[in-house]
């Protein structure tokens, strides 16, 4: 297809344009018209240094590409097995191509000390380029001074400065940026670095091409090393393996934590309200990130992962309860913010900071949290300590005497509580796990009283959460209208996937909130008040559980079509957001871990399925 890239020049690409880069601490996302539009330094949840993601005019951008007036194809793509992003572009009197990427350090240190490395060539012909580098420190709220010092300039701000050295001669322009115009020749090539710092540093010599070239090799056998080690070779290996590459760049190394995703405040609906910060973890994403981790073979990508779980459970409030949520760093405040100054995303306001559902009720996270520590436990050499189990326990003698207690649940609500049917489910869950343990360890417990809570949960959930009228599970108690979290309800074993209530409760899912291949979360209007209303688009997790409890219950053609389906929804280069448009549109906060961990859930046990349906005729 072809494009004139002025017609991005004062607008936003579509979310689906992007493709990521990393270091294991932060992240930046690349456009296919060469400009970096969302990066935060030295983390996920720092303050932006380049936010045009949220408002292309003050936000701040990193861009290298041929100048607007050309007509041109371009492409962008990943180097095979890596995190090296490749974007090309093609004009009739020559082609080019930026190749972007940020070393990744081995080391489990915080550093404060980034850098994204872009190396520019041209491949044919001859081609012009453009540069320029406009930094907007702390999500454009802070000013900065630029100083041309050597082979480039340094954006000093009060709390962090950059430094941008190439051996092309830069310019700076009246709004804090700088700029550079050159030519290239078939078989040239120059290279742009970027570095952070806490202090004011002068611009850093400029590497030679033999050193670019060592940096780059090294960077590229990191990540072919790294996914060399999946144990999948199923059907859809290279998903999966785009899939494991993603969740490893939201990976904070540090502490082990994985973000949610790797932005903020990107729109559930263009021009509405639904925007928020993602780039924290979440205690409900901790089963399937486990699994996911484990069946890959990551295992020690899964060890740090536990290891960031398990101190939370250290860090229990009080009364012996946990926050649905956590910083990547174990922070528990997320107070939100809404920064007024921004636009957002296409109008899409408010731009938000922070996420409020940190405080609230979502008695759902205790069934996902033991059933995380019951995946760990079953591997072979992974031992749970007695400290550990005595936490656990102590949070299982709240969950014993909260369990009934209205809450947010797993949507996170903000219209008020409501007996939800799949929060219900997860406290059995958190029981069933528990007493599991406790057999296989011998750890102590008081089974018989667990067991009784176990069986009221489960009594409750047959008696409220199902309506024999619809013939389907239920949202919350006080409403007959169905929900994609009742999915989940075949996945934990509360029923098995053939179970008649489970498949009355699918195939309702699929009349009511399926457009194929797609599923939304519940209807709006119908379903408890979310206390934020505006449109939104269907959840691509939901689908991708669809296709697991399918392929669970043997409807293994149907599961294949919606699978395959969903797999051409990702972008150019594998990624997805959280939710698809009308238009195929992604919306959401993007790269979205929950829908490549449900994605890579999906791959692998439809495969197993295949495989045993094979074996059998």
Partial sequence: MRYVLSRYAQDYLPIEDYGIIGDLQTVALVGRNGSIDWCCIPSFDAPSVFGALLDSKKGGFFRIAPPDHLSMDYKQHYLPESNILLTRFFTVDGVGEVTDYMPVSTSKNLSLMHHII???HVVQGSLPFEMTCKPAFNYARDPHIVHMVGDGAVFESPQLSLSLSSTVPMEPDEEGGVHASFVLEAGQTIFFLLQSSVAFVDVPAIHSNEEFQENFLETLHYWQSWISQCRYQGRWREHVHRSALALKLLTYAPTGAI???ATTSLPEGLGGVRNWDYRFTWLRDASLTLNSLLVLGFSEEADAFMHWVESRCHEMEPNGSLQPMYTIHGGHDMEEHILDHLEGYRQSKPVRIGNGAFNQ??????????????TFDGQDSKDLSYDLWMHIYRLLDWLGNNWNRR????WEVRGGTQNFVHSRVMCWVAFDRALRISRARGFPAPRDKW???SAEIYTDVMRHGWNDEKKCFVQHYETDEVDASALLIALTKFVGPTDPRMLHTVNRIMRKLMREPHVYRYIPERAANDGVGGPEGTFSFCSFLLVDVLSRAGRLDEARLLLEQMLTYANHVGLYA???????????NFPQAF?????????????QALNRAQYRY
């Fill in 451 to 453: 067991t009784n809570c």
């Fill in 118 to 120: 872009r190396r520019v």
């Fill in 407 to 410: 809450d947010e649940g797993i």
């Fill in 361 to 374: 009720l979502q008695l759902d996270i205790y069934g996902e949290l033991l059933d995380a520590v019951y």
């Fill in 578 to 588: 959280e939710e698809i448009g009308l238009t195929g549109e992604s919306l959401g």
């Fill in 595 to 607: 829908t490549h961990l449900s994605m890579i859930s999906a791959c692998y046990n439809l495969d």
């Fill in 259 to 261: 973000v949610a995703a």
